[in-house]
């Protein structure tokens, strides 16, 4: 059988002009756009981000499906039978889909699962990938804060997953993200203060939305109830990066050579 061809798409972190010039150019083409959202009766994020930049194409479908923010196995199996049943249908049919994801479809998305699945259900169909912005880049543009340089090593972390292990993690890294922070706030905050690490982190939700908040007074943001849009950076900065050290080997290494 010949399947439609099943594309991934990055629509960014919210800012609807973050949206890829490929990304674009999928979307207007695809004549189904697969848009999760989190409730049955709930908009989609992702249409939201979409709807300004492409508008509603003729002849387009728009699928909405229904993700619950959930870590119930059997309520995510369900929503996950009626969306392969729904995508399924339309592939059979030749259609193309592109299944619209905030962020990038291969960090933390609801795509990853879908394109694990895509060949086993539909032998040799063809999944495209498009990267789009993430909120691990957007979230140091809208708080002037680099996350690494030179040696810096960077970890990211489910927060919403548990962070019983974060006082290890800060400890081994220079920079640490914190994303899908849910219920986790006050662990957060806990451990952060006791690693004497608070002046060093801040917290952002919505980067780039028209609500955007960024609380660099982290203590002030103990109360926090952070969905999937929230993040905190702690970002150490004791390391002067490889290339001071570098130029200093290079200025050593010359005069040796000359002597």
Known sequence: MKYGTLYGVGVGPGAP????????????HAQVLALPRSSDYGASMAWKIIKPVIGEIDGQERLFLTFPMSKDPERLRAAWAVAFREIGERLEKGLSVAFATEGDPSLFSTFIYLQREANDRWPGIEVVVVPGVSSIAAVPAVTGIPLADGQERIAIIPANYGVDDLPEILAAFDTTILMKIGSEMPNILAAIEKEGLAEKTVYVSRATMPDQRIVRDVR?????????????????????????????SSQKETVNDGA
Not at 228 to 245: E, P
């Open 17 to 28: 002009d973050l949206l890829t010039l490929r990304a674009v150019e999928t979307l207007k």
């Open 220 to 248: 002030q943001a103990d109360k926090e109830y952070g969905d999937c849009f929230a993040m905190a950076i702690v970002s150490k900065k004791q390391r002067n990066g490889i290339l001071a050290g570098d130029v200093k």
